[in-house]
């Protein structure tokens, strides 16, 4: 669908009025949908976020678009905290980049001695991932289109996820969609190829796979060094990857060494990590190893 001079006349003016209104006041995001409905449909169109970086991306309607347009920002609690913890000279990893909502600013934040990595297996949203990286001129960050797994695997199936939903892309049936091929390489191998040896925030996002990730990153995420993990917890998301019951990716870094914590949690003094595994519901979560997020 192009974009109309009308649509972004009226798009800008809204985005303007929007983003004076702080994110978590009750109801934004609900008027904002009912009065911009009529332009969520709209594809393939650029937009800023509070950092000053540009983003191509695929609808307006999907939560990372609809929130960026809105806010300036996607999940900016988990933008906050990259962007405080992390430090010029920094490896960052992501995996599950989608369009590269975090890895921009964060590339840009590291620049210009650290490293970038972001892992993305969508045929149908790697080349946006691709041409934000450009659009944004920043360097040292690597790209890799393939599914970080716990084997090496080639012709993967993954089912891509419509425009409206393009943060959705999953290894699990969806959409009613027929799969797609993809490579699956652990993310142990990857860095070796990569020629990475130190990770400071690893960053996973992949639509209840975390477990699998995991399983291929045992060697980085035990070794002496580990990073800090960021990663989403759901349970109906979780439960449905083969063989996975929901919490799986809590109990591996746990046996890992890892302990648990709520993103809101990490940086208050008074709070403690997750005496017990989350088995219900969704929350964005921190793993660390002697309390390294603290410090921090």
């Known amino acids: 669908m192009q974009t109309t001079n009308n649509t972004f006349r009226n798009l800008h003016f809204w985005q303007n009025i929007f983003r004076y209104i702080p994110p978590e006041m009750p109801g934004k995001t609900r008027l904002a949908r009912r009065i911009l409905e009529n332009s969520l449909r709209t594809q393939d169109i650029d937009l800023h976020d509070q950092q000053g970086c540009t983003f191509l991306v695929p609808s307006l309607y999907e939560p990372i678009a609809f929130h960026?347009?809105?806010?300036?920002?996607?999940?900016?609690?988990?933008?906050?905290?990259?962007?405080?913890?992390?430090k010029p000279g920094d490896t960052y990893v992501d995996v599950g980049a989608n369009i590269g909502i975090f890895v921009v600013p964060v590339a840009k934040k590291l620049s210009p001695s650290g490293l970038v990595l972001a892992i993305e297996p969508s045929p149908g949203i790697f080349p946006y991932l691709r041409a934000n990286i450009e659009k944004n001129g920043v360097s040292r960050v690597h790209l890799r289109q393939c599914a970080a797994y716990d084997s090496e695997i080639q012709d993967l199936d993954f089912y891509e996820a419509p425009p409206e939903h393009f943060g959705m892309g999953s290894l699990a049936p969806q959409f009613n969609r027929k799969p797609v091929s993809v490579d699956a390489r652990t993310l142990d191998g990857i860095l070796i190829e990569e020629n990475i040896h130190h990770v400071n925030v690893l960053k996973v996002d992949v639509?209840?796979?975390?477990?699998?990730?995991?399983?291929?990153?045992?060697?980085?995420?035990?070794?002496?060094?580990?990073?800090?993990?960021?990663?989403?917890?759901?349970?109906?998301?979780?439960?449905?990857?083969?063989?996975?019951?929901?919490?799986?990716?809590?109990?591996?870094?746990?046996?890992?060494?890892?302990?648990?914590?709520?993103?809101?949690?990490?940086?208050?003094?008074?709070k403690r990590p997750l005496p017990k595994i989350l088995l219900e519901g969704y929350e964005l979560l921190v793993a660390t190893k002697d309390n390294v997020g603290l410090k921090n």
């Not at 960026?68 to 992390?86: C, H, N, P, Q």
């Not at 990730?213 to 990073?227: E, I, M």
């Not at 800090?228 to 919490?247: H, Q, S, T």
């Open 68 to 86: 960026l347009l809105i806010d300036g920002v996607y999940e900016s609690a988990t933008m906050k905290f990259l962007l405080r913890f992390l």
């Open 207 to 270: 639509e209840g796979f975390e477990s699998a990730v995991f399983r291929g990153a045992k060697k980085l995420l035990t070794s002496d060094r580990p990073p800090l993990v960021i990663f989403e917890f759901c349970d109906w998301a979780e439960c449905r990857a083969p063989g996975v019951k929901a919490g799986d990716a809590q109990k591996l870094l746990k046996d890992y060494g890892y302990q648990i914590w709520r993103l809101s949690d990490i940086s208050k003094s008074s």
